[in-house]
């Protein structure tokens, strides 16, 4: 079965300094890539996507992903965090031409000032 | 995008009892899955709700515990039956927004369930 990996639980920051979160897959034919983002008290939102094309994306707040086929990663970047990025990150993957989101366990990141 | 609203936002319930989760959308979708995130955990799939089908259900989850309606293309319900404390959780409702040949899911606010 297809399963994701999310290698930090829990990341603590301060501001300006560098992010990089882990995600690893486990599947071998063609899926597509999510990064999720849950700001305290709030809902979840879509931070960024990959479906095809350059592997690497850019996010909304300035977060990019770089999909690395031969690695089965999909790993979360930001040059420079802000306090305001303090929030749950899930990545999650669907398998080509299904609807099944798959989810990773999540990383908490706690950035401060 | 979607907005998705949910009811109740949170709830707290007695064991043996049954909770229905309401899913209302602000456009017609043809997709519409519920999900649980139980406490320090990720999201499980527990259905894909089909409008005039039956619900598929992934395994580990059966209609008699999580029987689910879809009445429309823009109204949901997830009930969560014969409660027990392991069924506290989150319970979310997402739904697919196809874009060109994309598909995104958007997510509620959630429900947040607590049973005593």
């Known amino acids: 079965a297809q399963s994701v990996s999310q290698h930090n639980h829990h990341v603590i920051l301060s501001e300006a300094a560098s992010l990089e979160l882990g995600c690893n897959y486990s599947y071998g034919g063609t899926v597509n890539l999510f990064w999720y983002v849950q700001y305290p008290g709030q809902h979840l939102q879509l931070l960024l996507k990959?479906?095809?094309?350059?592997?690497l994306v850019k996010g909304i707040k300035g977060f990019e992903a770089e999909f690395i086929k031969s690695k089965f990663s999909f790993n979360l970047r930001k040059p420079s965090v802000q306090w305001s990025d303090t929030a749950e990150y899930f990545c999650a993957v669907t398998v080509y031409n299904t609807d099944k989101l798959i989810f990773g366990t999540g990383t908490r990141l706690q950035v401060f000032p | 995008s979607a907005v998705i609203s949910q009811k109740p936002s949170r709830d707290i319930c007695q064991r043996g009892t049954s909770l229905t989760i309401q899913c209302q959308v602000d456009?017609?979708?043809?997709?519409m899955f519920w999900y649980r995130q139980q406490p320090g955990q990720s999201l499980t799939l527990i259905a894909t709700a089909n409008q005039g089908s039956e619900a598929t259900y992934e395994s580990g989850f059966v209609i008699d515990k999580f029987p689910i309606s879809r009445p429309n293309l823009t109204f949901s319900t997830l009930t969560v039956s014969n409660m027990s404390p392991e069924d506290s959780s989150i319970y979310l409702c997402?739904?697919?927004?196809?874009?060109?040949?994309?598909?995104?899911?958007?997510f509620g606010p959630g429900t947040r369930l607590t049973v005593l």
């Open positions: 997402s739904v697919e927004s196809r874009s060109s040949s994309y598909n995104e899911q958007f």
């Open positions: 456009s017609q979708v043809t997709m």
């Open positions: 990959y479906f095809s094309g350059d592997p």
